[in-house]
Each structure stands twice: as C-alpha cells, then as structure tokens.
C-alpha cells in the first residue's frame, strides 16, 4: 500500500499536475476558449434537430457515444473519489477538480475533435481514438500501441475492479453478505451486456446513464435544500483553503499545498477522464459528421462530470459538517446523506453506487473493446477480455476500495501521457477544425 502511495505521488507529482493544466490552457487558446461557446453550440444542434445516425448503420449514434462516455466518467470517482480527495487534500481540492474540469473542457474537446478528424473505418463500421490519430496524425505508431495497451490494462483496473469494489463496498455496509459474493453477482450481472458487445454495451448505457444521474442529482438537491444556509460558507471555505497554504509558505505548507493540488487534479481528471484518452475510444465510433459538433459533447461532459455531479457530492459532505468524523471514501459520503435521508441514506447511496459504477464497468469495456480492434484488425481475442474484464469484477472483492482508487490514479497517468503527447502534436489541427467550424456557423 504505501509503496502504491509513493508511486501514485510520483505519477501525480509536480511536473503532471502542471502538463496537464498546460495541455488545458493551451487547448483553451486553440480551440478559441471552447468552455464559453460549447453550450450554445449545442443548443443550436439541438435546434437544428441534428441527425444522429446515418443511412450506413455505424455502431453507434453520438447520442449513444455520449451517454458511453459520460457512463465511463460517472463513476466511483464521484463519490469515494470526491470524498479521498477532500480528505487528502482539504476542502480545498474542490478548488483544483473544478480548475481542472475548466481547462479539462478544452482537453476533451480537442481529444475528440482529433478522433473523429482522423478515425477509420473497418468493415464498414467507425474506428477512432487517441491510437488513430497518434498514428495518422502524429505519425506516432509506438506511443499509439502504447496507449492501446495502458487502456486495456486501465480498462481492468479503472474500468472493471475499481468500480466492482465500489459496489461491494457499498452492498456490504447495509447488506451482510459476503464480499465475494457480491463480486460474483456483479459479475454475472455484468457478463450478458459484454457479451453482447459494443452495440449493447452503448445502448445499455443510453439508457442507464440518464435515469442514474437524475437519481443521484435528486438525493443531493434534498441534502442541500435542507443545509441551505450553510452553502455559500462551504464555498467560501473552498476558496480559502485552496489558497491559505500557498499565502503561508513554508516547507510543511507547502508539501500540504502539492498534495491538496495532486488530489483535486488528479481525483479531477479521474472523475470526468480529460486528458485521458478514454471519452475519444466512444465519440470516434460514432458516425457523425462534423468533428467539432461531436467535440462540444466531449466539453459538456466535463463540465456535467465534474461541476454538476463533484461539485454536488464535495457541497453536501461540507454542508453536513461530517468532513472531521474520521470516516473515509464512501462512509464519508453517506454519512453526509444520512442527516438528511435518515437510515435511507445507506441505500441511496447504495443503488447510486451501484448503477454508476455498473456503466463504468460496461463504458470502460467499450474502451478496452475499441483498442482490441485497432490492434487485431478486428474484435479478435474479444471473448478472452470480456472474460478477463468479468474474472476482475469478482476478484475486486479481495482488494479494499482505498488500494483500488489509488490504482485507479496511477492508471490514469499512464493512459494521459501519450495522448497528452499527441494532443501538443497535433493542436494545430484542432486549431483549424474550430475556425473552420465557427466560421461556417456565423
């Protein structure tokens, strides 16, 4: 554990907390600060009534690829990760998660704007990814196999244990069975939508996705309607721990200081993936025509993700006063709820923990699904990882939830530097494809 500590330190340290927040302002300025212009983009797609499939059948719709992608982010990390960060770091760390989500918009914009630039075809069906365009773009084809591999391996990890830990973690506290066995029931229960492949895996998540946000979304408004007046000091503690160690100095200040930065980039860029290379893997296999439509999806995402979904979860543990109970992750979580949801609260959580980490589950096999393609040819060896991605559900019972978000980390780094490599490479394209697409809208 402790050496997983200092390794998830070392891969979160200085130099990536500060390329990936380079890597956000810079694709701010290149995509023409995309965080101010999204929404009204995608109000005037909505408007126009646009298309999301066309007459070739591809494997997906954007709709689907949207909710494939947002059912990747929302996850675990919205609430245990949103608690380990505020515990670790401070109240404070919010600050960070919602300086990285901001640039993060312009980082997952750009992501997907590239992927679907450059994505191929194969039998007929939409190939696209950091892999592509590291290849085609950046002419990069080791960094592409590369990042291929760390997402099959994250897709295990992230994907698969982190979040089947969640749910066993979360049934056990209100239900006395076995962690093993809850392990093999989510895995059982898992095994018909992988099967089923990358159609079902993105038609289950159009569907689960909406019905668990709004879920969620519901339990956390009733916390904060009750605590109201407790809302704006929360924020306002936010601020001031973010910036009281940096204005005191000091050595101990400031080794505080970089871990409250650490945990609230890196629970940040966990939580809604920018950077990562993940949301691209669903948003390339969509048929969709214009790249920087599909990228406003990848923008909004974010900002659901992290200033939505986070910022909600980070309030209701700050304005229930339960963040110096000494409980942790998800014990800190429903603690917070449990002042205003009484003895439901365990089960809130439960099936929110549940249903969120369930489409993590199937959206990270997507992913894992999408790079087994472009190293094979084709879904060649699919059967044996969907089969490895089941045997990991049910061994995430023997792993506590603590070990497996630390895991989670180091996985995400792994994944974001090559695709943060060919994000730098390439931003002169993202540059064109923005211009060329806000001058035709004008």
């Not at 770091?89 to 750009?110: N, Q």
Request: charged fraction near 10%.
């Amino acid at each position: 554990m402790e050496l997983l500590i200092r390794i998830r330190y070392a891969l979160w340290g200085p130099f990536t907390v500060l390329f990936i927040l380079l890597t956000g302002i810079y694709m701010s300025w290149r995509s023409g600060f995309v965080q101010f212009w999204c929404v009204k983009s995608l109000l005037r797609q909505i408007r126009a009534g646009r298309k999301t499939q066309d007459a070739g059948a591809p494997a997906i719709t954007p709709l689907q690829a949207l909710f494939t992608s947002l059912g990747g982010t929302l996850g675990v990390g919205n609430l245990a990760g949103v608690a380990a960060a505020i515990t670790l770091g401070g109240p404070g760390a919010v600050f960070y998660m919602l300086l990285a989500a901001f640039f993060g918009m312009a980082t997952k914009f750009a992501e997907i704007v590239l992927s679907v630039r450059f994505r191929i075809r194969q039998d007929g069906v939409p190939l696209g990814g950091p892999m592509v365009y590291l290849e085609r773009g950046a002419y990069r084809p080791g960094l592409a196999k590369l990042f291929c591999v760390c997402c099959l391996l994250a897709s295990l990890g992230t994907g698969a244990m982190t979040q089947a830990g969640a749910i066993t973690a979360a049934v056990t506290a209100i239900v006395p069975l076995s962690p093993v066995l809850v392990g093999v029931i989510v895995a059982f229960a898992a095994w018909p939508v992988l099967n089923g492949g990358s159609k079902l895996i993105a038609r289950t998540a159009s569907v689960l996705v909406p019905l668990m946000t709004l879920f969620y979304l519901a339990g956390g408004a009733a916390v904060l309607v009750l605590g109201r007046d407790r809302i704006l000091p929360s924020l306002a503690l936010i601020l001031t721990d973010a910036m009281r160690p940096a204005a005191a100095g000091g050595g101990l200040l400031g080794i505080l200081t970089a871990r409250c930065v650490s945990d609230g980039f890196a629970k940040g860029v966990f939580s809604n993936e920018a950077g990562m290379g993940s949301a691209p893997l669903a948003h390339g296999c969509a048929d969709s025509k214009s790249p920087c439509e599909e990228g406003v999806l990848g923008a909004v995402e974010v900002f659901v993700d992290t200033c939505v979904v986070c910022l909600l979860t980070a309030l209701v543990i700050l304005v229930s006063g339960v963040l110096d109970s000494g409980a942790q992750g998800l014990a800190l979580t429903t603690l917070a709820f449990r002042g205003a949801l009484g003895s439901f609260a365990g089960l809130f959580i439960c099936v929110t923990v549940c249903f969120l980490a369930f489409s993590t589950i199937i959206g990270w096999s997507f992913y894992g699904l999408t790079c087994l393609r472009y190293l094979t040819g084709h879904e060649r060896g699919a059967k044996l990882y969907l089969a490895l991605i089941t045997a990991s559900v049910a061994l995430s019972a023997f792993l506590p939830l603590d070990t497996l978000l630390l895991a989670a980390d180091v996985a995400a780094a792994l994944m974001a530097f090559p695709n943060l490599i060919g994000l730098w490479t390439l931003a002169p394209v993202v540059q064109f494809e923005t211009q060329k697409y806000l001058h035709a809208k004008r």
